[in-house]
């Protein structure tokens, strides 16, 4: 009785804290994070009873042999790691999909396999058996959550919107709403589906929205049973305590509609999006619709153009200018390039190790992963030097089990180090990025927010000393020490004063396979500088984050534009404060401490909470290739009245030719006034004729537009 009454005051005190904390952890600005990518069945196995479960026995192999099996790993095994992943500086945890998967196992790629991995989902409201218990209840997984957040981390789900299960196989993509059948895929009279077959050719915006992915079933999110469905699904998982979600596949979900999901998820509750937008690099055809999707949606992207250049560079032999040109060129294009998610490598690539075995070459990849712009995510067994070089190390011997738990190794305590940098000098979160110099083997770039600077200098030739002169930085006159405290090779820099931000460096050399990290922390001043806001489009209600540095601890004033909004909470870094009601539109957001006014940042204010909405406009204006046609209107939602391919609504989709249709999330409840047009590939732009089109948006569910175009 005793003992228990000890945990239950243990529990009461931890009650207390996690209602206190709130004011300091909201997700939505996850910028000081380092998230950690686990796949549930290759962690740790904390609880055998679930390792082959009635309702889908036979799909584990205790033996591990079997790479398309289930292996074990469980939401109780990343519960039991939870210290080892905080001792390693890990703030957010981001798990394969926890919901009800197949239970069969159903080929891919011509061989049986069990969705050890999650992402073929039969019911999107119960968790799968082999993560949590036999009944398919949450109990596992909120311990999880409950636990990750006692230690200080976030938990982000992958959430896959955009199929179910193989539709031509197993359960022939069937799926359950809390245990009650919905439909599958071969009888499906109601369409829940999307029934055109495999994607064929993935640069055509129609197909990769419209058509399945590897067989599997193709959700019809305009449907309105589905649109529903997926989004209670994951406003559960929000209830359930998740921070935040990775959606899969998003290039492949209809694009208009996830505009409306993530916003029916941060107006339910404080989160942080982002998406898997598979590109090789910025010259893909869709980079453009990758970066447009990024800057509206409220959902941002895993920085797979950033990735493959750091895989060429540190795995390869890749120079330098290929990382600084897809930094210079992704600066330009995201409005939000601080929120792009940065990575070596996950489980649908080869591990790093498996390209090149070299662990110096690693270690420069993870220092520079966690101090480049973006919010760094470590693969599970990273720090363990996991690899297994199978065929090559591809898919799904990328994705071993944990060889061990470690706390010694080099890159675990990296990891940890620049972690703890991130949360103590923000210049890493919300800073800009320059490049101060650089060759073939050497990249030496610097991240300041006001007077805060990181500056990492990286050599990763195996062989060559490069002698450093006429480098510039921001960092004040002073002589530094390697944050690292020569980890990795780095030594000290003396920094003489300058002007303009360019402080000439004394020369030194920069030694074979180094990384030094110089940083300075600048002392609080009684201005306050914003450096993130999240959301950053929402409507009138709705609670954004503001985080920053020197907001003071006394409650300030927040101001879009020149209304006053209600503040929630106030600490030195970070506000909540609550969309007031204000025009649609876009907005400056500021924070006045006393008489000192921050710096601006903007914000989109949406009219109303997002409704999808299909719009057709039938027999448009003659278009040659190359030519679009756009959705423009009245509403900041459509553009007002943009006409640019960045700006308007678009491009429309033709799959039935001189029809033109697109999903687009407007303000439930308003009467919106729209007008098709045309950008010719060469910019030109027609309007159609005729007085604006007008429509009212439902309040609830989706809805659908058909006009003709007018002459
Ligand atoms: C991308 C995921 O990362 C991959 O592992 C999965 O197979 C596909 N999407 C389909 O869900
Ligand atoms: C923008 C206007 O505001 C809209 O009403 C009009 O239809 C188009 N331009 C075309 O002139």
Known sequence: MRNFLRKTAAFFCLMCLVSILPLSVRSADFKRETIYQIITDRFYNGNTANDNPSQS?????????????????????IQAKMTYLKNMGITAIWISPPIDNLNLS???AGQPTAPYHGYQGRDFKRIEEHSGDSTNAWTDFDNMVNSAHANGIKVIVDFAPNHTNQDDAGEFGAFYNNGVYVGNYPSDTTGLFHHNGNIANFDDRYQVQYYSLFNLADLNQENATVDQYLKDSAILLQAHGVDGFRFDAVKHATWGWQYSLANTISTNKDSFMFGEWYQGNTSDPLYRDSYKFANKSGISLLDFPLNQAIRNVFAGSGNFSEIDNVLNTENANFTWK??????????????????????????????????????????????QYLHNDTNGGDDPYNRPAMPGFSTTTTAYGLIKKLSDLRKSNVALAYGTSQQRWMNNDVYIYERKFFNNVVLVAINKSASSTYNISGLNTSLPAGTYSDYLTGTLGGGGLTVNTGTGGNNPAVSFNLNPNTVAVWQYTAPAVTTPQIGSLGPTSAQAGVKV?????????????????TTVATVNSWTNDSIVATVPAITNGNYNVTVTRGTSVSNGINFTALGAKLIPITFTVNNATPTSPGDYIFLTGNTVELSNWNTTWDGAVGPMLTPNYPNWFLNVSVPAGQTIQFKFIKIAANGTVTWENGANHSYTVPTSGVGFVNVNWQY
């Open 57 to 77: 026995s036979g799909l584990f192999d205790a033996t591990q042999s079997n790479w398309r099996l289930y292996w074990g790993g469980d939401l109780q095994g």
């Open 106 to 108: 159903v080929p891919f």
């Open 338 to 383: 601080e929120d792009l998610i940065t990575f070596i490598d996950n489980h649908d690539m080869k591990r790093f190790l498996s390209v090149n075995n070299n662990n110096n070459r690693l270690h420069q990849a993870i220092a520079f992963v966690q101090t480049v712009r973006g919010i760094p995510c470590i693969y599970y067994g990273t720090e």
């Open 545 to 561: 984050t503001i985080g920053g540095k020197n907001f003071g601890t006394t409650t300030g004033t927040v101001k879009f534009g």
